[in-house]
């Protein structure tokens, strides 16, 4: 997968071609489709939701320039694969998933694979997580019309954030903050599942 999906196609980061070949896709997908774990499509994992195409996570990990002393805020856990690939890399990850019943499962993985630097919190991720806001980096799995504000407002000075945009036609963003200024990179066509909006 590593090879011939990822490595091939364009990411060069060994550090995160070296986390993707760390961590075991396949327990991450549902039993009936553990044949389909590290195909090079997304697979779903009920709910309506999937686990991202390998060359997409590879693509926006690397596209976030991680460093080691980071803390990253994660909208969409999912079942948890781009979250254990962020925990292998950084120092802390903060993720919100909104469907309740996804977080249950994707907390179960995450801890019997004994990462001790991922939170978990059910919540709307247009919300982000201010509590423990600054974040070096953000990355979304789920597509907003737009940019929620909070996660503007969550990014540190110098920070990352790479995020799809749009509902039929999505483009994955890559925005960086100088000051009060939010520099925009949009870089590749992509499909997720759209970022759901709780009423308050």
Known sequence: MVAEQIRARGVHDELVLAAMARVPR??????????EAYQDHPVTIGFGQTISQPYIVGYMTEALQLERSHR???IGTGC?????ILAE???????VEVIAA???RAQETLAALDYQNIHLKVDDGHRGWPEHAPYDRIVSAAAPHDIPPALF???AEGGILAIPIGISDQELH???????RFDTLSTLPVRFVPMVKVRD
Request: hydrophobic share 40%; proline share 5%; no cysteine.
């Open 102 to 104: 996804l977080a249950e």
């Open 174 to 180: 890559v925005v960086r903050r100088r000051g009060d």
């Open 89 to 95: 890399l950084v120092a802390e990850v903060y993720s």
């Open 80 to 84: 948890g694969y781009q979250t254990s």
């Open 26 to 35: 396949h327990l991450f997908v549902p039993p009936d489709h553990v044949d």
């Open 72 to 74: 990253v805020l994660e």
């Open 153 to 155: 407002e969550q990014l």
